[in-house]
Nanobody, 122 residues
Framework: MCSCRASGGGLVQPGGSLNLSCAAS????????MGWFRQAPEKEREFVAV???????YYADSAKGRFTIYKDNAKSTVYLQMNSLKPEDTAVYYCAVFMGGRDYYTGNYAYWGKGTLVTVSS
């Protein structure tokens, strides 16, 4: 069962980088695809990235080329490396477990935990 405890956020200047971590469990990472989401002020929560059990990665257009999702099963942790950050990346970031659906972008996710705030500002 995924605890989905996101951490690693903070204040960073435009163009900077952050690495977010999502603490889960060995069982969860061994059996489920894991995704990252974010919710910016006054906006709906949106999909950012997902990594499948087979290591296939999918990204939102806004994240493609700048963000990298990866996991370490031994540490029971999923990561989101964020580079070339922009002010529009400012949001609370969450991780969650993919439970199924038509696709990874619009499918169902569960086991939401406390998010971590990323603020990109000069």
């Amino acid at each position: 069962m995924c605890s989905c405890r996101a951490s690693g956020g903070g204040l960073v200047q435009p163009g900077g980088s952050l690495n977010l971590s999502c603490a889960a469990s060995r069982r969860t990472l061994s059996n489920y695809d894991m995704g990252w989401f974010r919710q910016a002020p006054e906006k709906e929560r949106e999909f950012v990235a997902v990594i499948t059990l087979n290591g296939v990665r999918y990204y939102a257009d806004s994240a493609k080329g700048r963000f990298t999702i990866y996991k370490d099963n031994a540490k029971s942790t999923v990561y989101l490396q964020m580079n070339s950050l922009k002010p529009e990346d400012t949001a609370v970031y969450y991780c969650a477990v993919f439970m199924g659906g038509r696709d990874y972008y619009t499918g169902n996710y569960a086991y939401w935990g406390k998010g971590t705030l990323v603020t990109v500002s000069s």
